[in-house]
């Protein structure tokens, strides 16, 4: 007989549960909808069998960071659950850093690029999805912290940025997103979430035709509950769902 362990490890099914409960929860003290906010779960590093556990629990909505781990496992996922009929239809949203000469890859898998942050890589996926007969839904990665190291516009680019994205036709700008600093503290994330908020009001008082600022793309397992008090529309999460990731 093989022992059992003294701690009982908590399901991916269990976590994701206990993630809806807790953006419930925050949606409420909000005085928001919950309905309104996606939660997409992030399976960078996590195997094909692991992310269909997740799948088949509800977690349709997933989240990869880079191309080339996510093409191969779509693949081995959506093989996964073909066998059973009754088995929901993932959609993956690209939320890492795309080089522009991997956007060709971008039209089978995702439903929406998330790390826009040059106008380059817009023409590119524009360029591509005009190609193919499509429009790719995309957000803008703002730095709103302006750090040096990492990916994203600065604030003040994002309006000039984003009239010259209303002007392609086979992109369209739906929202923004935004990483906060490394942090333990969620309430270091606040002012970050409230200023992209702030911002995503400022581009929709614009009112530019084909742009809508409906999604706002903020908040991961430190800090999801702060981003849904100050206006998430996607949450995305992995640890808190699938464990911690291994490092390095
Ligand atoms: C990894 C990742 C997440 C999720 O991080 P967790 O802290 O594990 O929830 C969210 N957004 C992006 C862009 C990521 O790369």
Redesign the pocket.
Known sequence: MVAQPLTKQSTIAERWLQVQQRVVEAANRAGRNADDVTIIA?S?TVDAARVVEAVRAGAIEL?E?RLQEAREKIHQVHNLLTSDSAAPTPRWHL??HLQRNKVKYIFDHFVMVH?VDTLELAVEIDRRAAARGQVMPILLEVNISAEASKDGLRPEDVEAMARRVEELEHVRLRGLMT?PPLTEDAEMSRPIYQSLRALAAELRALDLPTVRMEELSMG???DFEVAVEEGATMV?????IFGA?PSG
Do not use: C, P, Y
């Not at 995305?236 to 808190?240: D, K, L, N, S, V």
């Open positions: 992030v960078k989240g960071n939320i890492g790390s990483i991961m397992t430190h995305r999460i992995g640890t808190a990731r």
